[in-house]
């Protein structure tokens, strides 16, 4: 279980909250992967590696912003494979959300999207990550367009009610050198492990799927479960395999 390094002056009340919640504990060692306050966010931190720098969820931040705004809206290749360029208003589950950034993407575009995390530290990041938002004026709409479930993806497909598309991205090596691919990354595989259940996903999902089912992958990986996609949108640096039930 990873640790919550307690740090003086931290809202009490709210860690305990997130403890509760996620099944976290406390600790008074800041040693290896844990969760800490910095400026008023939670973080992911490894003190071992001071030069891995912090993880959080920030759908505020620049990066973010400039992608909502710039990023090329529903010409974007995920939009176009989730079908959102045909109905804005689909709802999604991102059975797999991790930093949640893919179904930021989805929701500023119209889409209602449930964000399905197992891992308890990257789902405590984004329920951090989506309390800053909420008391930002400018994403005023995210608390309507956003919804966080702490539940293995399996368990999700299994009992979520039928949802227009489900997406998945599951955890796969990375071959991009980047130092941020390398730093969140290293994080995620260190804290997380991949998904080697992955291929295990994609039948409920299609069960699920009243729409389709769509599927990110590094254009160097199979296809899930080696089911062949019925169409397939590539991305700047990924592919989208769609899996089409009935059309949108």
């Not at 999604?92 to 999207?113: K, N, P």
């Not at 405590?124 to 989506?130: C, E, H, M, P, Y």
Request: some cysteine; glycine content about 8%; overall charge negative.
């Amino acid at each position: 279980m990873l640790s919550f390094f307690n740090q003086p002056g931290d809202d009490a009340v709210y860690t305990e909250q997130l403890c509760q919640q996620f099944g976290l504990g406390l600790t008074e060692n800041a040693s290896g992967w844990h969760l800490a306050w910095q400026d008023n966010a939670l973080v992911l931190r490894n003190s071992d590696i001071p030069k891995q720098g912090d993880i959080l969820v920030d759908f505020a931040s620049g990066a973010a912003s400039y992608r909502r705004l710039h990023g090329g809206g529903k010409n974007e290749a995920i939009a176009k494979a989730c079908g959102l360029t045909k109905k804005r208003d689909l709802t999604i589950l991102d059975a797999t959300a991790g930093l949640g950034r893919d179904a930021f993407v989805l929701a500023s575009l119209g889409a209602t999207v449930t964000l399905v995390e197992r891992n308890p530290a990257v789902a405590a990041l984004l329920f951090d990550g989506l309390r800053r938002a909420n008391e930002a004026a400018e994403l005023s709409w995210l608390g309507e367009r956003m919804q966080l479930l702490h539940s293995s993806a399996l368990q999700a497909l299994q009992q979520h009610e039928p949802v227009d598309v489900v997406y998945l991205d599951p955890m796969f090596p990375p071959r991009d050198k980047t130092a941020l691919v390398k730093k969140e990354m290293r994080a995620f595989h260190d804290v997380v492990g991949s998904d080697t259940d992955a291929d295990a996903l994609l039948a409920p999902a299609l069960q699920l799927a009243l729409k389709r089912v769509v599927v990110k992958r590094p254009g160097y990986a199979d296809v899930l479960a080696q089911q062949a996609p019925t169409m397939t949108v590539a991305g700047k640096n990924n592919r989208f395999d769609v899996y089409i039930n009935a059309a949108i």
